[in-house]
């Protein structure tokens, strides 16, 4: 069993930053893909961003994340970050983690995180 835990949130300024970090622990074997989404209120889970676990780390944002956010990994801690500048108010959202990858049992996971909530204020 894999378990995800985001921190980082809190509120903040329009145009301020803040930093997600997200750590899994468990079972786990190997992680492919580490990504964060979000759910704004009243709207649908999107995709922030997400990186490869291996190799260079090939990164993929959404529209809304492009040239403000960054990911970034820390492979031997298995931990993403989510770096969030010139933040908006509507970036405010409960921002989620997630990761897939193989377990020790050499069995696909998908897990996300709690999700933790970030608060742009204007």
């Known amino acids: 069993q894999v378990q995800l835990m985001e921190s980082g949130g809190g509120l903040v300024q329009a145009g301020g930053s803040l930093r997600l970090s997200c750590v899994a622990s468990g079972s786990i074997l190997k992680i492919n893909v580490m990504g964060w989404y979000r759910q704004a209120p009243g709207k649908e889970r999107e995709l922030v961003a997400s990186i490869w676990g291996g190799g260079d780390g090939m990164m993929n944002y959404g529209d809304s994340a492009k040239g403000r956010f960054t990911i970034s990994r820390d492979i031997e801690k298995n931990t993403w970050y989510l770096q969030m500048n010139s933040l908006k108010a509507e970036d405010t959202a409960v921002y989620y983690c997630?990761?897939?990858?193989?377990?020790?049992?050499?069995?696909?996971?998908?897990?996300w995180g709690q999700g933790t909530k970030g608060i742009v204020t204007s």
């Open positions: 997630s990761a897939r990858g193989i377990g020790m049992t050499v069995s696909p996971f998908d897990g």
